[in-house]
């Protein structure tokens, strides 16, 4: 039996390169694992469509720089969430020849072209937040358990609110994101089924991650001036929307209502060491998801061991006022 390492929160990650793709000679995947192309050079074809959101961007340099570190030849691609490129980029990189595919972020909904690619040439694809449930697709997904974040904030936001029977929500969300949609369904759930109201009676769709903050001050700004008195909470499904919410119950001189979103930035950790409406976040370490992973692949490349489950949650920490000021925040 394999050990699974076990998460810790708080890993603190220091000089972090920012690496652009790089090419590589033709290898090509053995299937077994073990063994590196032709050259004798183990190839990596790692892919984000998020790398313009500061979570991604993050956490593909690290993998990047890891990989790097072990002698690896790894090569980024990356787009604005266009998984036509994305599918057409990684065909390009399996004919080429690679011998790991490190899918980040990937919507497993949009990446079918890629995954028969890699099926046909026996390429293992390893992923980092791939999807809410085991997909056979990926030798190893790991990711955080949108179940344990749904509850953490929906109860962030109880505590801060006093309770959710009759008090007045709104759900933002974004549906592209499989992770931040199956979160803010939970979350919704939850609340109604405490006796919460969701204000206009649905989530609020944030249509491109790069302009959440603006979207999300929006959405609760019209709905402010349209029901002055008509919000007590906004629960957000991460946290540079809910930067945006929490400005514009600021700017509207709301002491009462209350925000709460997921990932613990340290722009999000200051605003909640404010005590304002910024109410708590989770953190996802996101570091120590690229260590498990880049051990594994390593694992993989020196005598062909896939892990033993094809899919890992791990927990995510609450950070709120009563931890703020003594969280080290990674992102």
Not at 33 to 53: E, M, N
Request: aromatic share 8%; charged share 25%; with cysteine.
């Amino acid at each position: 039996m394999r050990t699974r390492l076990t998460l810790t929160t708080g890993l603190a990650v220091a000089g972090l390169l920012t690496l652009s793709a790089c090419g590589g000679d033709a290898g090509g995947g053995t299937g077994s694992g073990g063994a590196a192309g032709d050259d004798g050079t183990f190839k990596v074809a790692a892919f984000t469509a998020g790398y313009g959101t500061p979570g991604g961007k993050l956490t593909l340099d690290k993998f990047v720089e890891e990989g790097k570190a072990k002698g690896w030849d790894v090569t980024l691609y990356t787009s604005d969430f266009d998984y036509d490129k994305i599918n057409s980029d990684m065909q390009s990189a399996i004919t080429q020849g690679t011998d790991v595919i490190l899918a980040g972020f990937p919507d497993p909904r949009q990446i079918a072209p890629l995954v028969t690619a890699a099926e046909g040439a026996d390429i293992p694809i390893f992923s980092i937040d791939g999807g809410v449930e085991p997909n056979d697709a990926f030798v190893e997904d790991v990711t955080f358990d949108q179940e344990q974040l749904a509850d953490l904030t929906v109860g962030a936001l109880e505590e801060a609110m006093g309770g959710l029977e009759g008090k007045d929500v709104m759900v933002i969300g974004h549906d592209p994101h499989i992770g931040i949609m199956t979160r803010s369904n939970l979350a919704m759930d939850k609340l109604q089924e405490a006796g919460a109201n969701i204000t206009g009676g649905d989530m609020k769709q944030v249509l491109n991650p790069g302009t959440s903050q603006e979207e999300a001050l929006k959405f609760v700004t019209d709905y402010l001036q349209a029901n002055p008195d008509g919000l007590d909470g906004v629960w957000v499904g991460w946290d540079h929307a809910a930067l945006g919410a929490a400005q514009a119950i600021t700017e509207a001189g709301k002491e009462d209502t209350y925000v709460t979103g997921v990932d613990a930035l340290g722009v999000a950790v200051e605003e909640i060491k404010k005590g304002g409406p910024f109410y708590a976040s989770v953190h996802q370490d996101w570091f120590s998801v690229v260590d498990v992973v880049v051990e594994d692949i390593e694992e993989y490349r020196a005598d062909g061991t896939l892990p033993e489950d094809n899919f890992v949650t791990v927990e995510g920490e609450l950070i709120d006022r009563s931890n703020a000021a003594d969280f080290t925040p990674s992102m």
